[in-house]
């Protein structure tokens, strides 16, 4: 419905008044043109990824869904590797788990920086529940509505600060929450130093910081999920009803409620949405959701372990839902897919190698315009490695000696490319400094001076690479480059890849 | 009562409390002017702790340094508040500057990535394990005692009394000096700010330098009180700290240092006399937190916030 300027009063002027001078102008009283036409300038998307996009939104959301979820489902009869399947499933896992923080950051904007907790809360209230660790065997028909029920309660906990804190305030008290939650699963079990609870004394709860082993499989009506198969298209059939869910949930009363309330909370109370009330819906949503899928992690591993359940998750989701885009479903297990896949291609340093060089290049290609600019740099930092090998080679021989790790026959070609000094340590240090720095200049410089620049800055990229961050692939690596991803989109793009800009009313 | 133990949890609340404030005082004046929460403020505190160690190192490590222990630990402080308040601009005109006119979630994430950059960086170069500081063979540690049961080492009077120091001085800078006045300027309104004249550019870096400066001078500490340092020390400070700038009144400068001692003294006491206190010491900060926020969200000293529309 659109209600014009025009539409109100016409006709109700006393008979003889002259008409009101900006007759003309009615129609446009508090209408801000660029807001007005705010989609259908994204309707008109442009060029090769506008197509794109415009012909995905044409397809019907059953389609959509089959789309996004197809491969999934297609995948296992494709390949039966027991490792892939693993990290399909920790892939899938992760999506749940991301949906569930979509509600609460995507579509309410509410920045829940404990949502891991409750990830971590479902899996430990469900091995408490069902493992040899506890010594009670539910069954997991019973269990889970127990866990959902528990984590929403907590989340309801959780959001009543929602009420009286507002953006940051919300983001540290959930924060402290998270870290208070790893605090007291390292520590409830039932040792010295534990608390002794009113009526029943020291418990040992969580089995502290070994973690809480021998959970119990799924037992669903006598059904129990053993494989990883099994459990595999367990946690797809539940990510497709959630994903059907909140499709609907989105067009619904409540889900448009939610996006009013992230646009402008304040304008959103005026207009008499229940704020408080949605706040809490999507607390305990993203809660719930969180719990089950920690449920099905706890089933998966047979064990809850307090490392598992720390800042390092919160970022990789962070990461999977900003790189989604806020408040897109389907976005959501595209960034699953790059987030999830990505670490697990970087396992071992060959194939990290050239997954590193591969987004090298393609980001060299897609950012750089016009198209001579990046061939340019390429041909400029191979020429310019040969060039200091050779240099290199004569005067400073230790520069040389090293050999590349994992090898491979990429790796055996860069050994002629890329200075591999035989004792690293130091000088590897120093070139990671001076590449933090390059890349930051690199954003300060223009035309023609940061194509010059690029070159030795991807040479010591390459250098820093080799020597340093290959040690370190599945660790500290990674969360670097997820860190630096984090700061590199909210830059570019504040409202992540898939997600659409926000118009904003100054 | 058990006054020995009393006695040594207020001395070592008061120490902690002290390390608290200066990290506080950061949190506090940048959210002053941007309205930013710099999560990565506790990783910079952790490398101005670990610059102190290198220097520390660069002098001749702690058996056997060049100049004596307390002109070194002199340049340990320069030169930590020197890098890390550089460190800080950079993170600044890098991470957040770029961002000042997003919706709010987008400058929050990306202080969140730098925080996790800052502290697999450390991991990476230095790696896990715990570096020593030395601070007996150092400056020698003396413990004073004032009747039977109250102790206090000169290190702890070092700290409490570089802090106060600190922290004075900054109070003079932002109410006393044509800077000091800029920045109050900027925080009360930064448009009209910058409509008079003032450079908004330069007054935020000099905050997030003077920010990062005290946070680093807070890292030295750290690693002089407590001997060890390690490359994960910087989160659940940071967290704290932003706890006591929160329960002191978000952009007061007393309140900061108010809340500081607060928290470190609440810490101390509830590892000395609460049930599980040795290990669940955060928990009753998180729950000191809460309470605060359920009776006064605007902290000891903050005043309340009137929203225009």
Redesign the interface.
């Known amino acids: 419905m659109t209600l014009r300027g025009g539409d109100l009063g016409e006709g109700n002027l006393p008979a003889g008044l002259p008409e009101p001078v900006d007759a003309a102008d009615r129609t446009r009283v508090g209408v801000d043109d660029w807001v007005a036409q705010a989609e259908e300038r994204r309707a008109a998307r442009t060029g090769f990824t506008g197509h794109v996009v415009t012909a995905w939104e044409r397809v019907p959301a059953p389609g959509r869904l089959a789309v996004l979820i197809g491969p999934f489902a297609i995948f296992p009869l494709i390949t039966n590797e027991g490792n892939l399947y693993r990290y399909g499933l920790i892939t899938l896992i992760y999506a749940l788990l991301a949906l569930g923080l979509n509600v609460v950051v995507g579509f309410a904007g509410l920045l829940d920086l404990g949502y891991v907790a409750f990830f971590g809360f479902g899996a430990y209230l469900y091995g408490i529940m069902a493992s040899g660790h506890s010594g009670h065997h539910l069954e997991a028909v019973i269990a889970i509505p127990i866990v959902v029920v528990s984590t929403a309660l907590l989340g309801l906990l959780l959001g009543l600060t929602s009420w009286r804190l507002l953006g940051d305030y919300l983001a540290i008290v959930t924060l402290f929450f998270l870290q208070a939650f790893v605090i007291f699963v390292n520590n409830a079990n039932g040792g010295i130093n534990d608390f002794s609870y009113p009526f029943v004394g020291k418990v040992d709860l969580t089995g502290g910081a070994n973690g809480l082993d021998q959970i119990d499989p799924l037992n669903l009506f006598g059904y129990h999920l053993t494989t990883t198969k099994q459990y595999y298209f367990f946690t797809l059939i539940s990510l497709t009803l959630l994903m059907t869910m909140l499709y609907f949930v989105n067009g619904s009363r409540t889900g448009r409620a939610w996006r009013a309330l992230r646009e402008d909370p304040l304008a959103a109370e005026v207009m008499s949405i229940p704020v408080n009330r949605l706040k809490l819906l999507a607390f305990m949503f993203g809660a719930a959701t969180a719990g089950f899928s920690g449920t099905i992690f706890g089933a998966v591993q047979s064990g809850a372990f307090p490392g598992d359940y720390d800042v390092g998750l919160l970022i990789t989701i962070y990461a999977i839902v900003i790189l989604g885009g806020l408040g897109s479903i389907g976005g959501v297990v595209i960034g699953a897919l790059v987030v999830n896949g990505a670490p697990e291609l970087l396992r071992s340093s060959a194939n990290a190698r050239f997954l590193f060089y591969g987004v090298l290049l393609l980001a060299l290609f897609v950012a750089m315009r016009p198209w001579y600019k990046p061939v340019v740099v390429l041909v400029g930092t191979i020429a310019f490695g040969f060039a200091l090998h050779g240099i290199a080679s004569a005067v400073w021989s230790r520069g040389t000696a090293g050999h590349i790790e994992g090898g491979g026959s990429l790796g055996r070609a860069l050994e002629h490319w890329v200075l591999l000094p035989s004792n690293t340590g130091r000088i590897a240090g120093w070139a990671y400094f001076a590449l933090i720095v390059a890349a930051l200049v690199l954003t300060l410089v223009r035309g023609w001076w940061r194509v010059v620049l690029l070159i030795p800055t991807l040479y010591l990229a390459s250098f820093v690479w080799e020597n340093k961050l290959v040690e370190q692939v599945s660790g500290a690596t990674r969360l670097i480059l997820l860190g630096t991803l984090l700061v590199v989109i909210m830059n570019v793009r504040p409202s992540g890849i898939f997600g659409t800009s926000r118009v904003e009313i100054v | 009562m058990n006054w020995s133990l009393f006695f040594g949890e207020l001395v070592s609340g008061l120490t902690l409390g002290s390390i608290y404030a200066l990290i506080a005082l950061g949190y506090t004046m940048v959210?002053g002017i941007l309205?930013?929460?710099n999560f990565a403020h506790g990783d910079v505190y952790m490398i101005g702790a670990f610059v102190g160690f290198f220097i520390l190192e660069w002098l001749g490590g702690p058996l056997s340094p060049v100049v004596t222990g307390w002109l070194a630990v002199a340049i340990m402080f320069a030169v930590a508040m020197l890098v890390c308040g550089g460190l800080g601009v950079?993170i600044e005109r890098?991470?957040y500057r770029?961002?000042r006119d997003?919706?709010?979630?987008?400058?929050?994430?990306?202080a969140?990535?730098?925080?996790?950059?800052l502290?697999?960086?450390a991991?990476?170069?230095w790696g896990p394990q715990f570096r020593d500081y030395n601070t007996f063979d150092l400056i020698g540690v003396k413990s004073y005692s004032i009747g039977n049961n109250f102790y206090i080492s000169n290190v702890q009077i070092l700290t409490i009394s570089v802090s106060i120091g600190l922290t004075i001085v900054l109070a003079l800078v932002v109410s006393r000096t044509r800077t000091g006045k800029a920045m109050r300027a900027t925080s009360f309104d930064r448009d009209a700010a910058e409509m008079m004249g003032i450079s908004i550019d330069r007054v935020i870096s000099f905050t997030f330098f003077l920010g990062s400066a005290l946070a680093a001078a807070g890292g030295v500490m750290f690693g002089l009180v407590f001997g060890q340092i390690f490359s994960l020390m910087g989160?659940?400070a940071g967290?704290k700290g932003?706890?006591a700038a929160?329960v002191g009144g978000i952009g007061s400068i007393p309140g900061a240092v108010l809340g500081g001692f607060l928290i470190g003294l609440t810490e101390a006491f509830a590892t000395g006399y609460l049930?599980?206190g040795?290990?669940?010491a955060?928990?009753y900060v998180?729950a000191l937190?809460?309470v605060m926020?359920?009776i006064r969200?605007t902290g000891l000293l903050g005043s309340p916030v009137i929203?225009k529309?």
């Open positions: 959210y309205k930013l929460l950079g890098f991470a770029p961002l997003a919706p709010r979630i987008a400058p929050l994430i990306s969140l990535g730098v925080s996790i950059f502290q697999n960086s991991l990476l170069l989160f659940t967290l932003f706890t929160v049930p599980g040795s290990v669940y955060n928990l998180f937190l809460i926020f359920l969200p929203q529309v």
